[in-house]
């Protein structure tokens, strides 16, 4: 067993434990996995396959887990530590970064970030990336990524920038109906007060950033990593002059970019050409 596989396993143990032990000394007097399962909207199979370690745990389980015991964010946390056990090391690290970062900027010129992407364009993605992978694979992996995606739904998000090239919205990556609900979601996400999206033109100056996407992670004491990836390949860059020099690219696109008023516009634009 790798290393990666036994804190994986150490991760979701921790998880039914807990769970365990909030259902059986729960102040009313112990609670049944039926129980449990119907407050927080499952079923007993689905609690008795988490405590057992057998199943995988329902995205939407670690929420209603909390407001279930009152347990403010633990089983949310828990979960993220399964989710991030998951990945590989380098993964695993980034996740960790992204969880803590007070300030995520996006730069990408071939997908909607992951961040973003809605169940439907991430499956597509993701099998266009592996079109061997079978239906499980990708169902697990779209099923990882959408877990990502908490650190944008608690009490206190990280503000985020995103800035896409405008070939992302212009190439046809997934069927018609499921681009359409991703433009859609990018213009939900945008209208957040935390949340800009803009569109850097194709007609734009070329910049350091060409060769690939990246991620400005900044956390609360305000130092920067930059997460870069390509294909087949990623790195988290954190060297001071890199990350500056990183960081100039960025604003550069930024100054280049769409407003977000003519981004929503293009965005809306695009969504007519899918119906």
Sequence with gaps: ???????????????????????????????????????????????????????????????????????????????????????????????????????????????????????????????????????????KAVHLRMARQAVLNGASPPVLRVVLCESVLRRLLAPREVMRAQFETLLAHSARPTTSVRVLPLDADAHLLLEGSASFLTAPNHVTVVCVEAYRTAGIVDDPEHVRAAEHAYDEITGEALTRRGTAQLIRDQMEKMT
């Design 1 to 139: 067993m790798t290393t990666e596989q036994e804190e994986n396993q150490d991760a979701r143990r921790r998880f039914a434990e807990e769970l365990k032990s909030a259902r059986e000394l729960h102040p009313d007097g112990p609670m049944t996995q039926t129980a449990v399962g119907r407050q927080t909207r499952t079923s007993k199979s689905t609690i008795s396959r988490v405590e057992s370690g057998t199943g995988s745990i329902p995205a939407e389980l670690p929420a209603g887990l909390d407001q279930l015991f009152g347990t403010d964010g633990k089983f949310k946390r828990l979960y993220e530590e399964v989710v991030a056990a998951t990945f590989p090391a380098l993964y695993q690290r980034r996740m960790t970064l992204e969880r803590s970062a007070v300030e995520i900027r996006e730069w990408s010129q071939t997908v909607v970030p992951g961040l973003l992407q809605t169940p439907e364009y991430a499956g597509a993605i993701l099998r266009k990336g592996d079109p061997r992978a079978s239906d499980a694979e990708i169902a």
